[in-house]
């Protein structure tokens, strides 16, 4: 398995539930709680599943606020800030 394919999983008893703590190989990371290590590692597959997906979507937000950025700048809301607070 190469570096960029690799999935990490991380189950821990917590009370009467298992924290179960996730990294996918866009590097996401996900800590959710659940009752059973069934369900801890059912949530997982669904999770890595969804990984391409979820990639695609981020990197979708992060051009949308790019533009934005831009558009800003090009109405002069922004000056020389990020938050436009001025």
Known sequence: ??????????LTKSGNSYCVEL???????????????????????KWFAEADKREEL????????IEMMAIDK?????KGNYDALD
């Open 1 to 10: 398995m190469t570096e960029n394919n690799k999935l990490r999983v991380t």
């Open 23 to 45: 990294r996918d190989h866009h590097c996401n990371y996900c800590c959710v709680y659940e009752p059973t290590i069934t369900k801890a590692l059912q949530y997982a597959d």
């Open 58 to 65: 981020n990197q979708a937000h992060g051009k949308a606020v």
């Open 74 to 78: 090009k109405a002069g809301i922004t």
